[in-house]
């Protein structure tokens, strides 16, 4: 989750260039903490236990480790790092009602949740270009090079943007409600400005545009195929529509409010906006760290299976001609590969893994 956290320094009376012990809560009652506060712990909580299922179900099964897949692993690191690296020490915050770590705790929080975040964008950017590519093309190898190569570039673009407040293009401080750490959205300088809008345009439009129109595309693809295929085909395109736009809705809802507030923090009147609705957007991207293993590992089909079957006995993987005689169409295996992340059923690939599941009718594995 990308804490580059595009809040307000909206209360009068705290600046971020004040020593941290004294930003306070002027804005927010009691209540508000105690709201923010259980927000903030659930989010914490949820996030951690479902991204530690992600990594526990790649750890466990080494056919989860797919080329494709490995992205989806990469989200759920940074996710993760955000949980334990940021959301504690927002919590801890919201409970005292004040920064407790330090100046250079500061510093190291909107560091460390602005690289962890960014790293977290940038891969969901490339699961929608990897989504987009396969739902029009036959991939006929499968290698690591691609994915690997893609997550490099999701750690080196962080932080190329994320190291330079450090050294003086801007800075790290608190912001005005004193739970977390970010950029000074505040600043009217030069310096500060020009890194405020190169971020903006570099970590946030711009892989927002290409996820929304990576995915538009897919809309698009189905809606073509969908024409031509009105048996079962028709019905996985409303599951994959259904699908899509939940991923654009949550992306949205998560992320616009952040660029909103920093656009009017930085160019706009910052007074128009009230204390208790500046705290939002902070809140609303930490969501991300819950939504992203859920939408997209743990509603992923073979993510799914292989989750059902971590406490459940074993059966004998069903028979090579029971493969064989499934019919589906080329559409129909790019889509579950696009979306569902499934390998291509090929004998071979169905043989190579131990089927594990609860129930032999539940999954029409009867040979």
């Known amino acids: 989750m990308m804490t580059v956290n595009w809040m307000l320094n909206s209360s009068p009376n705290s600046s971020p260039s004040l020593p941290l012990s004294q930003v306070g809560w002027t804005g927010l009652s009691r209540t508000g903490l ?10 914490m909580v949820l996030g951690f236990l479902n991204n530690l299922l992600v990594l526990v179900l790649f750890c466990k099964y080494k056919v989860l ?5 490995m ?4 989200i759920s690191v940074s996710d993760m790092l955000v949980c334990i690296c940021g959301t504690p020490f927002s919590f801890a915050a919201s409970v005292q009602g004040r920064w407790l770590v330090g100046e250079q705790g500061c510093k190291w929080y909107g560091f460390a949740n602005s690289l962890f975040g960014i790293v977290s964008l940038l891969s969901l950017c490339f699961v929608s270009y990897d989504r987009s590519y396969m739902i029009t093309r036959i991939r006929t190898t499968h290698n690591f090079k691609r994915p690997i190569l893609a997550i490099g570039v999701s750690w080196l673009y962080s932080l190329l943007w994320t190291v330079p407040p450090l050294f003086g293009w801007s800075a790290y401080g608190p912001e005005g409600q004193g739970i977390s750490c970010s950029v000074n959205w505040k600043t009217h300088t030069m310096n500060g400005m020009s890194y405020i809008i190169c971020l903006f345009i570099f970590c946030l439009a711009l892989p927002i545009l290409f996820i929304v129109c990576s995915y538009a595309r897919i809309l698009y693809t189905i809606k073509q195929v969908g024409q031509n295929k009105k048996t079962a085909a028709c019905r996985r395109k409303y599951h994959v529509f259904f699908m899509v736009l939940i991923t654009i809705v949550c992306f949205l809802l998560c992320w616009m409010p952040y660029g909103i507030m920093a656009l009017l923090a930085t160019f706009g009147d910052s007074d128009l906006i009230t204390s208790t609705v500046s705290i939002v957007p902070v809140v609303l991207a930490k969501t991300s760290t819950v939504y992203n293993p859920i939408i997209y590992v743990l509603m992923n089909k073979q993510i799914i299976f292989y989750c059902l079957a971590m406490n459940c006995y074993e ?7 029971t493969i064989i005689n499934w019919s589906f169409s080329i559409h129909d295996c790019l ?18 893994i131990h089927f594990t599941v609860c129930s032999v009718k539940r999954f029409g594995m009867s040979s």
């Not at 105690?34 to 989010?43: E, M, P, Q, Y």
């Not at 059966?315 to 001609?321: D, E, L, S, V």
């Open 34 to 43: 105690t709201v923010v506060a259980v927000c903030l712990g659930i989010i």
């Open 65 to 69: 480790r797919s080329p494709m897949n």
């Open 71 to 74: 992205l989806l692993l990469n």
């Open 315 to 321: 059966i004998i993987p069903p028979k090579p001609k």
């Open 335 to 352: 889509w579950d590969i696009a979306v569902s992340n499934w390998l291509p059923r090929s004998p071979t690939n169905i043989q190579s």
